[in-house]
């Protein structure tokens, strides 16, 4: 999987329903702006969840993505 060896320079607003595992989402969480990348999609009780994990990190992130946290892909 290719790594982001570059700086961001769009950000692009995107239906929740047409990102898939491998994109990188740009979403809110703990009052914080994060670039991950998805590596699991879940859908719970008619919500859909993203599963992420920074590209620099060794394991995936604590706590799922909700759809309503993205910002952009």
């Known amino acids: 999987m290719p790594t982001l060896d570059f700086d961001i320079k769009y950000i692009v607003k995107s239906n929740v329903l047409s990102i898939e595992l491998g994109d990188v989402l740009v979403f809110n969480t703990d009052n914080q702006i994060k670039v991950h990348r ?8 008619s919500k859909l969840y993203f599963y992420t994990k920074g590209d620099a990190n060794n394991s995936n ?13």
């Open 38 to 45: 998805v590596v699991k999609i879940k859908e719970n009780e």
């Open 61 to 73: 992130d604590a706590n799922p993505v909700a759809a309503t946290q993205v910002k952009g892909v």
